[in-house]
């Protein structure tokens, strides 16, 4: 295990500050709902803090990585904004050495969803969605469903991405839309 000030400084060699600051506000709201929701607060803030950790790998790595070690291959026709969960957890546990699998899969998950959150993961997915600097009505409205209910917060936040995504005729990944097709089902 890293100290926190370990994790930071390998943290500014990847990110910029901007990014660095979103990470550790999605760390402090993920520790407020891991209390709110009896999750392991622990957990919680690290994958917070470490979730878009591989945001800014440049895409010829990401594509090293995903032919190298096999992933799936519709994996090349996305981009960063799809690879920095699924492929990033790569580069985290090489480069930080984080290996608890509970965090790697929040981490994972936290872009796309997953059909089978679990309330780990679904903090993260929302804890990204809800931090202080967050500002648009949809974001506040997820925000105040997360009083309540992570489910809740959590279709919001799919809602809100698949809309967008269908906007402006982005390919949507298929996991995208089996998480929502599992939420809708789950909150029927
Ligand atoms: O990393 P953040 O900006 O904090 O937030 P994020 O990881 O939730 O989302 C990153 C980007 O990924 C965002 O611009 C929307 C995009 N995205 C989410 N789902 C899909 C997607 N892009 C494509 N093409 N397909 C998806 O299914
Ligand atoms: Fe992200
Ligand atoms: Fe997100
Ligand atoms: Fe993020």
Known sequence: GHTRKQLIALMHKRLD???????????????????????????????????????????VDFKAVIKQ??????????????????????????????????????IKRHTTGDPHMTDLDMITFVADFIEPER??????????????SLTAASLVELQSTLTYLVEKKARVYPLTLASYNSLITTLK
């Open 17 to 59: 500050q901007s990014r660095f600051d979103h990470c550790v506000r999605v760390e402090e709201t993920s520790r407020k709902l891991a209390k709110r929701f009896g999750v392991n607060v622990d957990e919680a803030g690290l994958a917070g803090l470490l979730h878009d950790y591989a945001k800014q790998v440049e895409p």
């Open 69 to 106: 070690q096999g992933l799936d291959p519709a994996l090349l026709q996305y981009n960063r904004g799809i690879w920095h969960g699924l492929v990033g957890v790569w580069f985290i546990q090489k480069e930080v050495g984080v290996s608890d699998p509970a965090v790697l899969q929040a």
């Open 135 to 148: 500002k648009l009505a949809v974001q506040a409205e997820a925000r105040q469903a997360a009083e309540k």
